[in-house]
């Protein structure tokens, strides 16, 4: 049992390391990096297909990490800007030597904000700094308002929650004000944006704190 605890404080701790190069590399390019994770299918692709357009001021380049398949970097791709796939052939998570990989496949001088679309996964990606400076976490109405208290980690390491579907909610028995309530009770720091990429609502407030963001004009607490 104590060997398998110290195999995984050492991962994490490699990992650590790997994450304080790449964000060294990161700040000494200006380049701001964004790691956005949820479920499957919670909607992080349709969301940065919704937001990057909105962006246009700011250079965009996007890390897609997948188990399988391009089609996320597909779907990207379509948007004109620089899309590097990471294919993890079955692990759950991305990790920052993955990334400092793709990373090596960007010319970082001509990026401004540089998004990491992680594995759809609540739990593991949360474990794992890929040496961003902002964390968002995409839930989407379908999964259930239960979810923050259930899957802490993801939530209290992040700095903002999207709250995707809006237009389904009539449909399921989420409660977007209990949601938001223990979202708030967990970490009342937390940004919390109520988005629909079916009809757009949100879309718009949600490019301009991105932008704002990327551009120093807001600060978010750890
Ligand atoms: N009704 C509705 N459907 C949405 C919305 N956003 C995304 N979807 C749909 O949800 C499905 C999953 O969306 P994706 O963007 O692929 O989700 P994802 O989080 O990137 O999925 P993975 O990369 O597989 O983890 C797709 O069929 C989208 O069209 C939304 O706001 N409303
Ligand atoms: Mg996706």
């Given at each position: 049992m104590s060997v398998k605890v110290v195999v995984g404080k050492n991962i994490l701790d490699a990992n650590e390391k790997n994450a304080d190069d790449l964000r060294k590399v990161f700040h000494e390019s200006g380049v701001r990096v964004v790691n956005m994770l949820g479920s499957p299918g919670s909607g992080k692709t349709s969301i940065l297909q919704k937001?990057?357009?909105g962006l246009s001021p700011l250079r965009v380049a996007?890390?897609?990490?997948?188990i399988a398949t391009t089609r996320d970097a597909e779907r990207l791709s379509s948007l004109g800007i620089q899309v590097v796939q990471i294919t993890t052939l079955g692990a759950c998570h991305l990790d920052a030597s993955m990334v400092?990989?793709?990373v090596s496949e960007i010319d970082l001088s001509t990026v401004d904000l540089l998004f990491i679309e992680n594995v759809g996964n609540l739990v593991c990606p949360a474990s794992f700094d890929l040496g961003e400076d902002l964390r968002i976490l995409v839930l989407s109405v379908a999964e259930g308002s239960d979810k923050p208290l259930k899957y802490p980690?993801?939530?209290?390491?992040?700095?903002?929650?999207?709250?995707?579907?809006?237009?389904l909610i009539p449909y399921t028995d989420f409660s977007l004000e209990s949601a938001v309530a223990e979202i708030r009770s967990m970490k009342s720091s937390l940004e919390i944006f109520e988005v629909?990429?079916?009809?757009?609502?949100g879309i718009e407030r949600l490019c301009g704190w991105i932008e704002d963001w990327a551009k120093g004009k807001v600060?978010?607490?750890k």
């Open positions: 937001v990057i357009p996007v890390i897609e990490g997948d400092s990989r793709a980690a993801a939530f209290l390491t992040s700095q903002a929650v999207i709250i995707n579907k809006k237009d629909s990429c079916r009809t757009g609502e600060e978010v607490s």
